[in-house]
């Protein structure tokens, strides 16, 4: 825990848990967020550092799926050995800041600070993640769709501690794709961002579709509506005419000085036609997916 001279005690989880339990303190992972709200204020007498706790950087498989600690950086999500399902999460690890800042920014704090634009939200959406907190009363997993509950706002309470990120398992053929849309390439905060995974089966038929957008309503949502209208869908039909105004119910987007509610809306139909056309061809059943598992080498 450090004080306000700095000093700073190699903490276990037990011993993080009861500090919380004895007063709610401000916890800090990579700091990347923590600072800059700070803005012009005095930083707190005293932060729960949590990032030389022990375990909290792991990746791993478990029995019912992947299991991401609460301190892994985004370095750690992208240098980690995982399915071709976490693709689009490996994607938008590369799109959070500078290399410093993936360096240091961890995936859980991402999902804390609760930004409407949070990058690492659409990708854990559409893989189904769910978040455990825990504290001296217990522990509790939550999914994440009910973990945020707005702007800057989760349902944490003071004593508990994000400690770890759930994925479930899923098929092995599944595949994603993540696009940011920003005013440039780089450090830039999203403007419409979104996340496809997608599950063909034997016969090239869509039978698990997920769809999720940021930075377009007050938290990221999933398009359950188009979702279910792909479900049944062959990997080869003209499904993008489907991605219509009307199937983007969910969103609700504001005015801001990054766009209008008006242009994210027409920028969302757009990337995620472009997603779900991307993210096709990589299905069993479709031609281009044929042609590069006969000629992995090659261009489809």
């Known amino acids: 825990m450090n004080d306000a001279a700095g000093s700073q005690s190699r903490l276990t989880l037990e ?25 012009d204020g005095a930083a707190p007498d005293r932060v729960l550092d949590i ?33 071709r399902v976490f693709d689009a999460l490996k994607a938008a690890a590369l799109e ?32 189904n993640a769910s978040v455990e907190l825990a504290s001296v009363r217990g522990r509790r997993v939550m999914p994440l ?30 595949r994603s794709q993540f696009r940011k849309l920003g005013a440039r390439r780089y450090l830039v905060i999203s403007i419409v961002m ?24 007050a938290v990221a949502r999933r398009l359950v509506r188009l979702e279910q209208a792909l479900i049944g869908q062959p990997v080869q039909a003209d499904i993008l005419s489907l991605v219509a105004p009307g199937m983007l119910s969910e969103l609700a987007p504001i005015d801001d000085v990054r766009g ?33 598992q006969t000629n992995p080498g090659g261009r489809a």
């Open 15 to 39: 011993q993080a848990l009861d500090a919380l339990a004895h007063a709610p303190l401000p916890i800090l992972a990579g700091g990347t967020d923590f600072y800059p709200a700070l803005r």
């Open 260 to 292: 209008s509610g008006h242009y994210r809306l027409s920028a969302v139909q757009q990337i995620v036609c472009r997603l779900l056309s991307e993210t096709l061809r990589e299905l069993p059943g479709h031609p281009a997916a044929s042609v590069q």
């Open 96 to 127: 959070v800041g500078s290399v410093q800042i993936q360096n240091s920014a961890t995936l859980a704090g991402n999902l804390c600070n609760a930004s409407p634009a949070a990058d690492g939200v659409p990708p854990l959406l559409a893989l």
């Open 51 to 83: 990032t030389r706790i022990n375990g909290l950087r792991d990746i791993s498989e478990t029995e019912t799926g992947w299991s991401i600690g609460a301190g892994s950086t985004w370095t750690d999500i992208v240098a980690a050995k995982l399915p």
């Open 145 to 174: 769709s009910e973990f945020i509950t707005g702007p800057r706002a989760t349902a944490r309470s003071d004593d508990e501690m994000l400690i770890c990120i759930h994925v479930p398992r899923i098929s092995d053929s599944a």
């Open 194 to 217: 979104a996340s496809v995974t997608l599950v063909a089966d034997e016969h090239g038929v869509l039978s698990d579709v997920r769809i999720a957008v940021g930075a377009c309503s």
